[in-house]
Structure formats: structure tokens, C-alpha cells
T-cell receptor, first 114, second 115 residues
Framework: DTAVSQTPKYLVTQMGNDKSIKCEQN?????MYWYKQDSKKFLKIMFS???????INETVPNRFSPKSPDKAHLNLHINSLELGDSAVYFC?????????????FGPGTRLTVT | AQTVTQSQPEMSVQEAETVTLSCTYD???????LFWYKQPPSRQMILVIR??????QNATENRFSVNFQKAAKSFSLKISDSQLGDAAMYFC????????????FGTGTRLKVLA
């Protein structure tokens, strides 16, 4: 009964490759997010979708592209991977309508680019 | 733009003692939400406590409580009777009640609990 799941949890790949990370939530939330956590533990918002509509698109390289096939899924595709893309990527979801709504996070995907 | 500042990169506390983690934020809004998240070595982000800005009463969850000072834009977390399992990174977060609903996180405070 996992609330927010991500696959894979670990991803090791070489520079120049293309990879995807998948995220699914079964909480019935209307909004999903992608964050990047660097080696200093700083959490940086990348994207957010509300009801399948992109509402947050921070300054990230256009090699990163989110895709939301439905409200329960938000995938992250990364083209031409670079060494600097190595980080932990977190997916999160929240219900924005009505009241205080905390984010629920997935377990994270540790991406290592060699 | 809103910002969240955690001025303590690292804190230590003796087991069973009390520790307070600081968080300040900057906003021009009157209605917003504040959160504390815990990230243990497992890296899972776990919600510790939340506070609505319109509520004057400080939120409490078991051994965790906050001191919310709206005028001072301060939101500190107090952990009482510290346990070894409390050792983690703690992140303070702000969320607007309107607009894009972006969550803004502080840089985190690493808490060490000494046996």
C-alpha cells in the first residue's frame, strides 16, 4: 500500500545515455512534483503538474522533460546525461485543494552518471 | 520571492535532552503553510509537523512542537526527550496558499543524537 513509489531506486549509467524515472501515487492527489537533491542535501524543485497540467517549470536544462499521462503518474525523462546530473531525484504528491496539504515523498532515485 | 533560511547546518543533542532547530522565512503573504520534514539516512522524506499561518496556536505532535512567531517570520522546531532515531536531516518548508503552490525548502539542519 505504498503511497508514492518511484522506479528505479538506483540508476547507474554512462554519460550521453537517455534514462527515465517513473513515479506513481495512489493517494488520489491532484498535484505531483519532481525535486533534485544534490550532494549537499539541497532540495531543488524542478517541475510540478496539477491535474496533468504543468504549473511549475523551474530553470532546468531542456534535457529534462516531465510527462504526466494521468493524475497518478509523473515520469521524468533525461536526455544526454551529464556527470552533473548525478543526484537523488524525489517525486512527491499533494492535494492542493482545501486546507493545509503536505507533500508525500517517494523513496527517491539515486542517479549516478559515470 | 519567498525564501526559507535554516542557519544551523548541524546540531547535536544528548539523548533524552531537548533541542531546538531554527527556521526563518521571508514572505509578503499573510496566508501560507509551514512544515518540518525529517530525512533519516534511509533518505525517505517524512513529515514531522505542519502549521497553518492563520492559526495562532503552535502545532504539537508527540515529542515535536513548534514555536511559530508570525510577526518575526520564525518557525522553530523543538524536539523533547531526544531519541537516537531522531538523528536525521531536518528541513523547514514553506508553501503559499495561492499561485503555483510551490514548496520552498530550507537548506537543512543535520541533527546528531549522542548516546
Amino acid at each position: 500500500d505504498t503511497a508514492v513509489s518511484q522506479t528505479p531506486k538506483y540508476l547507474v549509467t554512462q554519460m550521453g545515455n537517455d534514462k527515465s524515472i517513473k513515479c506513481e501515487q495512489n493517494l488520489g492527489h491532484d498535484t505531483m512534483y519532481w525535486y533534485k537533491q544534490d550532494s549537499k542535501k539541497f532540495l531543488k524543485i524542478m517541475f510540478s503538474y496539477n491535474n496533468k497540467e504543468l504549473i511549475i517549470n523551474e530553470t532546468v536544462p531542456n534535457r529534462f522533460s516531465p510527462k504526466s499521462p494521468d493524475k497518478a503518474h509523473l515520469n521524468l525523462h533525461i536526455n544526454s546525461l551529464e556527470l552533473g546530473d548525478s543526484a537523488v531525484y524525489f517525486c512527491a504528491s499533494a492535494r492542493l485543494a482545501g486546507g493545509v496539504n503536505e507533500q508525500y515523498f517517494g523513496p527517491g532515485t539515486r542517479l549516478t552518471v559515470t | 520571492a519567498q525564501t526559507v533560511t535554516q542557519s544551523q547546518p548541524e546540531m547535536s543533542v544528548q539523548e533524552a535532552e531537548t533541542v531546538t532547530l531554527s527556521c526563518t522565512y521571508d514572505t509578503s503573504e499573510s496566508d501560507y503553510y509551514l512544515f518540518w520534514y525529517k530525512q533519516p539516512p534511509s533518505r525517505q522524506m517524512i513529515l514531522v509537523i505542519r502549521q497553518e499561518a492563520y492559526k495562532q496556536q503552535n502545532a504539537t505532535e508527540n515529542r515535536f512542537s513548534v514555536n511559530f512567531q508570525k510577526a518575526a517570520k520564525s518557525f522553530s522546531l523543538k524536539i523533547s526527550d531526544s531519541q537516537l532515531g531522531d538523528a536525521a536531516m531536518y528541513f523547514c518548508a514553506y508553501r503559499s496558499s495561492s499561485g503555483t503552490y510551490k514548496y520552498i525548502f530550507g537548506t537543512g539542519t543535520r541533527l546528531k543524537v549522542l548516546a
